[in-house]
């Protein structure tokens, strides 16, 4: 018979302990709280093995006995060990570990440590799950939790991961709107008001891709207004030149112009997926003029 490991000792007195009855003088309180430490003892243990479901078990499990004892800190704290163990390989898991450890942060009007976490389960969805919708999601919940406790950059990052995202999954109203609401707020600092350029070209590119040259053009002159120095970047010239390809239903003056861009300032997968439906649009009707 194989001899056990010390992590499985552990868990068995994990076990043991949380189902024993306590005795005439020993409250609940303290088998819950003794099995919570053997828990946690044993998911350590499980993970110097490089045994993670186990660990993540084991870390569930302490998080119940802090639970049961109304330790809401230590319960968040072990629900997030949980989320850390199961990363490896077992993204659902980690997924409900994390929306644990949010409802007591949460709870205790942690909501800027809410927010981190409510961010991770928004990367977990596009790295593990290949769930944009429900990253969008997660992102901009993060992005507003971020917002209430002032941390307006962090708010920012994730509204704009938000847009990127609602673009992909063709969402592009609502990913314009995320990028005019980034945008507006970076017009406000000296610090970010650089980037405000990159916002609008991308709210122009998801408008042009809902084959909307004119609505394209309203925002364009709206952009301008806002910024007086945006008509002069390359970014506007650019989005200008394509609204003009659009409605003239020129293919080759809109690859012209993405050239000319793209020798300058090299174009991410992002903007090339969004340029490719656009010119598939240009292609599919001919003659817009």
Sequence with gaps: MPSKSPAQILLEKADKKANSSGGWFSSATAKYEEAGDLYQQAANSFKLEKLFKEAGDCFAREAECRENCKETNEAANAWWNAAKAYKRGFPNLAIQA?????????KSGRFRQAADREKEIGQIHIQEAQDIRKACESFERAGDWYAQEDATATANACYKDAADLHAEIDEFPQAIARYE???????????????????????GLCALAMNDPVSARRSMQKYCTQDATFPSTREAKFVNALIDAVQA???????????EFDQITKLDNWKTNILLKVKRGIQDEPGLT
């Design 98 to 106: 994390l929306t644990h450890t949010i409802i007591h942060l949460t």
């Design 181 to 203: 609401q980034v945008a507006d707020h970076s017009l406000t600092s000296a610090l970010t008001k650089y980037s405000v350029k990159e916002y609008w070209l991308k709210a």
């Design 249 to 259: 239903g020129d293919p080759e003056a809109f690859t012209g112009a993405v050239v």
